[in-house]
């Protein structure tokens, strides 16, 4: 196994003394290169990179496996990049890469304050707030409890290979590659995919490649539970095909799954969504039901969740508990305020908080989620809970007025990686009675530092934002994705 200290010095994060900040390396602007890069999947060629531009032997690069070498190994190397590293070291490294991160944002802040707001927060040294250690993951290996399949050309040609992608569309060098090796994914998952893939290697059918170039079979999508239930959903493009010919492939693919080969995957449900485009949600295009239950259900933080097919929720359940504990924690929610969660996919940090505050408000953009919400709390008895589907910047603004009533808010923010709507963060900036903001960012060096620039920024009447600016207070890393350089970063603001 190889050290961090070797990892760290090919990436060069490492000098000779020991670690520096990454800003006083050259060239400036490599670390964003490198964040950037590796969050799209294209961690292993910056190293390469790295190691070229610094003239030294490829050796430097053997640790990682050579570029050329197996399928599978190239594919864990691009999607699971710290793989090879011990966790503990991956955590070192993924510690570092927040800390930097929150110090560029100070600099940012600094810029446009021209002064340094954070100065009332406690802080660790060097920094803009409070940075706590990063919590690592309850469970390494296997935790995903959702995984998405392509389907496309296997390094042996064949167009029906069930896998991730390797290569880009620009480079037309797509290959698709089983996922065997990836650590991230549990055996469950790869067992469905691998049928999947014997599925349509018998099927009459072509998969649907390229939209304008035909073909049917498209992704599989795998998730599962603690308990070990599995629902599986098959896209697949129309095409002209008539209803009746529909309706012979759906009864194809659940005969396979039921009474086939594919029988051993024991699904608990097995969905089918007709779709042209690439992605669809229920309402566009609806979730058919081939076979079994509507939805699956998980155990977390003392409550019984509902998850339907396209439903949000974290793709490690151990994980999750760990972070929904930390918003809980930095929250201080009590009786006498209430709790907004906006982006609350299934509720569950709301539901999880209940019972410590007056009123619960959800805001989730996806109507499934909001309905697996609404069941959860009616099934754990929670009534002091209301959940709204719909766009945040819709229904927030409208919201908050009909709150006031001089009752403080607690909010909670957990957006996918686009960050929040600009109109959102005006809403939240302007709404007096927010006083806590809890911020979970699952990329907080992209569209996050944009918004937390402006709930920090001075008052700034071209951009509507007219409320008090909120001050960063304490920030805690929270490893969801062991294997990968992503983490969550939960941050607290007060004002």
């Known amino acids: ?17 020991g670690l520096l900040p ?3 390396r050259k060239p400036p602007g490599w670390s964003q290169l490198f964040f950037g890069s590796a969050c799209k999947g294209n961690f292993t060629r910056v190293i390469a990179k790295k190691c070229q531009r610094g003239q030294k032997s490829q050796k430097k690069l053997s640790y990682l496996g050579p570029l050329d ?7 864990a190397d ?10 503990e070291e991956q955590l070192k490294v993924k510690f570092e890469a927040q800390k930097k991160i929150l110090q560029r944002l100070e600099s940012y802040l600094q810029m446009l304050n021209r002064v340094n707001v954070t100065t009332a927060a406690p802080k660790s040294e060097g920094l803009c707030c409070l940075l706590h250690p990063i919590i690592p993951s309850p469970v390494i290996d296997g935790y995903r409890n959702k995984s998405t399949f392509s389907v496309n050309r296997g390094p042996d040609g064949n167009p029906k290979t069930v896998g991730y992608y390797l290569g880009s569309w620009r480079d037309r060098n797509i290959i698709c590659v089983r996922s065997n090796l990836l650590k991230n994914i549990p055996e469950k998952h790869n067992q469905v995919a691998q049928y999947y893939e014997a599925f349509l290697r018998q099927s009459p059918l072509e998969p ?4 304008h170039k035909g073909g049917y079979w498209r992704e599989l999508i795998v998730r599962t539970n ?22 012979v492939q759906k009864e194809t693919v659940k005969e396979f799954f039921t009474k086939g080969p594919g029988a051993v995957c024991d699904l608990t449900s097995l969905y089918f969504q007709e779709s042209t485009m690439t992605r669809c949600s229920h309402q566009q295009s609806p979730y058919q039901l081939l076979l079994g239950e509507p939805h699956i259900f998980e155990d977390l933080l003392g409550l019984k969740i509902r998850i339907s097919p396209d439903a949000f929720f974290q793709i490690n359940t151990a994980g999750a508990e760990m972070l929904y504990r930390t918003v809980g924690e930095l ?3 009590n009786s006498n305020t209430i709790l907004l969660d906006i982006c609350c996919g299934t509720g569950v940090i709301g539901l999880s908080l209940a019972q410590y505050t007056s009123q619960v408000l959800g805001i989730e953009l996806v109507e499934q989620a909001v309905e697996d919400a609404r069941w959860t709390a009616a099934f754990n008895g929670i009534t002091n809970c209301e959940f709204h589907a719909g766009r945040a910047e819709k229904i927030l603004p409208q919201l908050l007025k009909s709150k006031e009533d001089g009752q403080l808010i607690v909010a909670v923010v957990n957006p996918a990686r686009a960050g929040l709507h600009y109109q959102v963060v005006q809403a939240i900036r302007n709404c007096r009675a927010i006083c806590t903001l809890v911020f979970v960012s699952c990329k907080p060096h992209g569209e996050t530092t944009r918004n937390i620039i402006e709930l920090c920024c001075p008052p700034n009447s071209a951009k509507k934002l007219f409320g008090e600016p909120f001050v960063l207070r304490q920030a805690v ?6 294997h990968t350089p992503h983490c969550e970063l939960v941050l607290l603001f007060t004002r």
Request: net charge positive; aromatic share 12%; proline share 7%.
């Open 331 to 333: 929250s201080g929610v």
């Open 1 to 17: 196994m190889h050290s961090l200290r070797c990892f760290l010095s090919r990436v060069g994060l490492l000098s000779k003394p």
């Open 226 to 247: 603690s308990q070990g239930h599995t629902m599986a959903i098959i896209t697949f493009h129309p095409q002209e095909l008539t209803q009746e010919e529909l309706c």
């Open 477 to 482: 890393p929270v490893d969801l994705f062991p």
């Open 78 to 87: 691009v999607v699971t990049p710290l793989w090879r590293l011990r966790y």
């Open 69 to 75: 070498g197996s399928w599978h190994e190239r594919l």
């Open 208 to 211: 649907c490649l390229l939209f």
């Open 22 to 24: 990454w800003c006083a």
